[in-house]
């Protein structure tokens, strides 16, 4: 159970796991640069096997490494610590590294989270900017009146309301997954 005592403590571990997970990230990336392409051998998805990582993840990881080179992807990182690999992978999409590192420095110093820098990169690209994620929580379906389309949901403790509060009366779209295959079953 989260309290207000141990809530940085938990955030604390759960920057120094989600920088770890970088750093793993960064390291299969590079590893995988030294790989040598043989005609007739995918040995890039040797690799993958071998490592326990989808393929595609792989390429991923090679792709931004190829991209920020290693001391240039260094110098990025320690000029702005608060940037994450999903940061630098999404800075790519520029195609051209000046851009990209320019755009970072306006992330770092907006101090901008992996969904902003999402949709500030496609605002100056010109792309449509997806709409934001209101709720994403465990949730106990209660009533659901087929009459009049109403359905009510308990949201469990910890789920930020006051942001979906905000669009009360407006229209959203709701998807709803069953948390267990054997819920499918029982209905």
């Known amino acids: 159970m989260v ?14 796991a989600a920088l770890d997970m970088d750093e793993g990230r960064w390291q299969l990336g590079d590893l995988s640069l030294e790989i040598q392409t043989q005609y007739g051998k995918n040995r890039i998805a040797d690799f993958a096997k071998e490592v326990n990582v989808p393929v595609g993840r792989v390429r991923e990881y090679r792709t931004v490494c190829r991209y920020y080179e290693s001391s240039a992807r260094a110098e990025i990182l320690e000029d702005c610590p608060l940037l994450s690999y999903s940061h630098l992978r999404i800075a790519m999409r520029f195609g051209n590294i000046q851009q990209s590192i320019g755009f970072l420095n306006e992330c770092a110093d907006g101090a901008f989270t992996v969904e902003r820098t999402i949709v500030e990169l496609n605002k100056l690209l010109k792309k449509p900017i997806p709409p934001p994620k209101l709720l994403d929580a465990e949730c106990e379906l209660g009533r659901v009146d ?24 407006k229209e959203v779209r709701v998807v709803i997954y ?7 079953n029982e209905t």
Do not use: H, P, S
């Open 146 to 169: 087929i009459q009049t389309g109403m359905i009510v949901i308990k949201v469990g403790k910890g789920a930020n309301l006051i942001e979906l509060q905000k669009w009360r009366g």
């Open 178 to 184: 069953a948390l267990e295959v054997e819920a499918i």
């Open 3 to 16: 309290t207000i005592d141990n809530w940085e403590a938990l955030c604390d571990r759960g920057r120094a």
